[in-house]
C-alpha cells in the first residue's frame, strides 16, 4: 500500500528521487550535529506520514555497510519553512527496520 495508514506512518517503501532530494536538503544537518562529512548520502528507503505537513523516515546509506535513520519534517507549502532533520540514529545496518524513533 502507497501513502500513510491513518494517523500512522506508511509501509516502508523504496526510496524515489523526491525523498533523496528531502535527505539532501538536511545533510548538512547531520553532518553537523555528528560533526563529520558523509561522502556517501544515498536514500533507500522510507516511510511517510501525514501530520501538518509531513514526517519522514529515511534510511541512508552512509557508507558501504553503515546507515542511518534520519526522522524529517516538512512544512506545509505555504509556511515557506525550510525542510527539519528532527531525529537520527547512527551506527545501522542495511536489515535493521524502520521504526518510528
Sequence with gaps: MWGPNLGGFSDT?????EIQAIADQVKSQLEEKENKKFPVFKAV???SQ????????I??????????HIRVFESLPHENKPV??????????????????
Excluded: C, I, P, W
Excluded at 501525514?50 to 523516515?57: E, I
Excluded at 527539519?84 to 524513533?101: C, G, M
Design 13 to 17: 517503501q523504496d526510496a524515489t528521487a
Design 45 to 47: 528507503k522510507f516511510r
Design 50 to 57: 501525514v501530520v501538518a505537513g509531513m514526517n519522514y523516515l
Design 59 to 68: 534510511k541512508v546509506q552512509v557508507d558501504e555497510d553503515d546507515f542511518v
Design 84 to 101: 527539519a532533520l528532527t531525529s537520527y540514529q547512527t551506527n545501522k545496518v542495511r536489515h535493521d527496520e524502520l521504526t518510528y524513533f
